[in-house]
């Protein structure tokens, strides 16, 4: 699977928009774009994918660029339950494959 | 609906000990998955199933390690002779069909701790 690069970890304040950046520049025409996120001690939980167009839903949006080179998740208002590790997969096959993920810390 | 459950939710084990580790996947889910994820890393593919036919076992990281899915539902994931580097936890996860545009769901995963 092509690799993808997120940022270490982000700090953002509760109640405001989170933006999440992904770049994926060897990513192939038949590459899902993946988003899942793991709370502590639970399992990665399914945020939202997308192929080309952006994608919404009631958890997020993905913003996809036009060259799919990188994408962006969206958390309108970030709450304190936002807290996690957020990972940007591409998905060619059946499995997953992830990278370290953003840690994303929420300020109250 | 019932989720992904996974059994036992923490596992120790000394180390020469062999454990199996139980997955029941969501019901009529064709697919599944084995992930092990050490402490700060994101989780590494282990092993896939569809239905009771292990299609992908590359991630597996020794012959110590064995999967099996023999009715195409639960799933067990046996590893002998358990080493300290084996403590991790251990993830399972079923989609219905298994396509790249489905979404996978995670159980809360078996922590194993290898004494």
């Known amino acids: 699977d092509a690799k993808t690069t997120q940022p270490n970890s982000m700090e953002s304040n509760e109640e405001e928009p989170v933006h999440l950046p992904c770049n994926h520049s060897?990513?192939?025409?038949?590459?899902?774009i993946h988003w899942y996120r793991q709370l502590p001690s639970q399992g990665p939980e399914y945020v939202i994918h997308g192929l080309t167009s952006n994608v919404n839903n009631r958890m997020a949006s993905l913003a996809i660029a036009e060259d799919r080179k990188s994408s962006t998740l969206i958390l309108h208002r970030a709450t304190l339950r936002d807290a996690a590790v957020y990972y940007c997969?591409?998905?060619?096959?059946?499995?997953?494959?992830f990278g370290t993920g953003t840690r994303l810390t929420i300020i109250p | 609906g019932a989720g992904v459950s996974q059994s036992p939710r923490y596992k120790v084990a000394k180390r020469g000990q062999d454990v199996a580790l139980r997955c029941d996947p969501i019901?009529?889910?064709?697919?599944l998955f084995w992930y092990q994820q050490a402490l700060g890393q994101g989780p590494e593919f282990l092993t896939y199933?569809?239905?009771?036919?292990?299609?992908?076992k590359s991630g597996l990281p020794s012959d110590r390690f064995f999967a099996e899915r023999p009715e195409g539902s639960v799933s067990t994931l046996k590893i002998q002779r358990t080493q300290q580097e084996d403590s991790a936890v251990y993830l399972c996860?079923?989609?219905?069909?298994?396509?790249?545009?489905?979404?996978?769901?995670f159980g809360s995963g078996t922590q194993l701790s290898v004494l």
């Open positions: 996860a079923s989609s219905l069909e298994g396509w790249p545009n489905e979404k996978l769901f």
């Open positions: 199933f569809q239905n009771e036919a292990q299609l992908d």
């Open positions: 060897t990513i192939s025409g038949t590459d899902y």
């Open positions: 997969i591409l998905r060619d096959g059946e499995k997953l494959t």
């Open positions: 019901s009529g889910h064709v697919s």
